[in-house]
């Protein structure tokens, strides 16, 4: 019976796949933002692709489809093409530094994540919400971005067992999509970089995960940065991500009301950062503002009864010396 399911399921997204491809390479668009324009919405894979029918979406009419240095693509659900063309977006950078000398000197610098496994301290990521943490530029000299660490949440498999730090670790595998945006007057503004940057957690990297980003060429602008951390579902053993139910959909008496489900692992907060630097919005909203995580600013959460503002996001960089 399991077989006959699993094949039915297998038949239907076969046949609803729908490809985002760029319009002059024919390259498939990695990772696109598929927003549903009610709130909701689902990513295209690393090909591109993703799946969409009028029957596992029959309140849906409209698609707006939004990837980093593309145009965005509104487009009916009427008879929607297998693939969809989305035109490059020409979009100047600002303040790119370019290397002129070789082997500059420099030093390196770290600064270190706020790591917790503590359950109760924690964001719980869901698709729809993409979280961005704000650092200043500490010296006047270049600053390159070298690697940016993630801090992790590890639950036990026997929550009676969960404070011990031997306990064996509920599994998970799970890609995150990662931005970096220059300072507009306090909130994320344009991106630094239009590289899609992607990677695979697991309950193997303890309990940050650190990513290296030296070679995407990001230098610290004059007014600071932020970087930003999105979930975008669980994947398979291989990192191919995997087209799981993204909501859980609960009956009322105003009719049928969609949950985000929520991904593991959780994100640990803090209160030992002095500023209030995390930033969250919703990314299958459009036009939706970022707006500061604090008391008042439409949030309900625990996390703000305890005092804990902030992801404590851990970076390392290079200061290089002027000559």
């Known amino acids: 019976m399991k077989k006959i399911l699993y094949l039915l399921l297998f038949s239907q997204i076969s046949i609803a796949q729908i490809t985002v491809i760029d319009s002059i390479t024919k390259y498939p668009v990695s990772y696109a933002t598929v927003s549903f324009g009610n709130g909701n919405g689902i990513f295209a894979d690393d090909e591109g692709k993703f799946v969409f029918t009028k029957k596992l979406y029959p309140d849906i009419d409209s698609l707006y489809i939004s990837a980093l240095g593309f145009k965005n693509l509104n487009i009916s659900t009427e008879n929607i093409p297998k693939q969809l063309l989305m035109q490059a977006q020409a979009d100047e950078l600002d303040e790119i530094v370019i290397d002129t000398k070789l082997n500059r000197k420099f030093e390196e610098e770290t600064l270190k994540p706020y790591l917790d496994d503590d359950y109760y301290k924690c964001w719980l990521p869901t698709i729809e919400s993409e979280i961005a943490v704000y650092f200043p530029k500490t010296k006047t000299e270049d600053q390159k971005l070298t690697s940016v660490i993630f801090p992790i949440a590890l639950e036990s498999k026997d929550w009676n067992k969960r404070k011990r730090s031997n306990s064996d670790k509920k599994k998970f595998s799970t890609l995150f999509k990662v931005k970096f945006y220059a300072n507009d007057e306090g909130v994320p503004g344009k991106v630094l ?3 899609t940057i992607v990677f695979r957690a697991t309950e193997k990297n303890g309990d940050a995960y650190e990513l290296s980003v030296e070679d995407y060429g990001i230098y610290i602008p004059k007014d600071g940065f932020f970087v930003s951390l ?19 959909e609960i009956k009322t008496k105003n009719g049928i009301v969609k949950i985000p489900t929520n991904f593991r692992p959780l994100l640990p907060f803090t209160d030992r950062v002095k500023n209030k630097n995390t930033y969250i919005k919703r990314v299958f909203i459009n036009g939706n503002n970022w707006v500061k995580f604090d008391k008042g600013n439409g949030f309900k959460s625990s996390l703000l009864d305890k005092n804990l503002h902030n992801y404590g996001i851990g970076l390392t960089y290079k200061t290089f010396k002027n000559e």
């Open 230 to 248: 999105q979930v975008m579902g669980y994947t398979d053993k291989a990192g191919k991500l995997l087209p799981n139910k993204k909501y859980k």
């Open 193 to 195: 970089t239009y590289k």
